[in-house]
């Protein structure tokens, strides 16, 4: 399984951005897709994540702003990010967790201008 994340850039504060991420390969089952941020000199943590059922969670610090979506057809996971702020400016990995394998795709810089 790959994952190709598109969508990264830079952006004023208060704009807004959309992050994909396809997964190659057959997947089926129950699944995670999510998406993880690391900021210089951080730990990479959880943004969102989406199971194949559709539950969600956010992290308290984009929730009402973010929204993670998925299409189970195209094996593909969406972040809508709104009303951006500096400290969101991160690389955003796309993740994928399915029969307790995690797999990660190449990080997607998002920098938000203030």
């Known amino acids: 399984v790959q994952l190709q994340a598109s969508g990264g850039g830079l952006v004023q504060a208060g704009g807004s951005l959309r992050l994909s991420c396809a997964a190659s390969?057959?997947?089926?089952?129950?699944?995670?897709m999510g998406w993880y941020g690391q900021a210089p000199g951080k730990l990479r943590e959880l943004v969102a994540h989406?199971?194949?059922?559709?539950?969600?969670t956010y992290a308290d610090s984009v929730k009402g702003r973010f929204t993670i979506s998925r299409d189970n057809a195209k094996n593909t996971v969406y972040l809508q990010m709104n009303s951006l702020k500096p400290e969101d400016t991160a690389v955003y990995y796309c993740?994928?967790?399915?029969?307790?394998?995690?797999?990660w795709g190449k990080g997607t810089q998002v920098t938000v201008s203030s």
């Open positions: 993740n994928l967790v399915w029969r307790g394998l995690f797999y």
């Open positions: 390969g057959s997947i089926f089952g129950f699944n995670v």
């Open positions: 989406i199971t194949s059922n559709g539950s969600t």
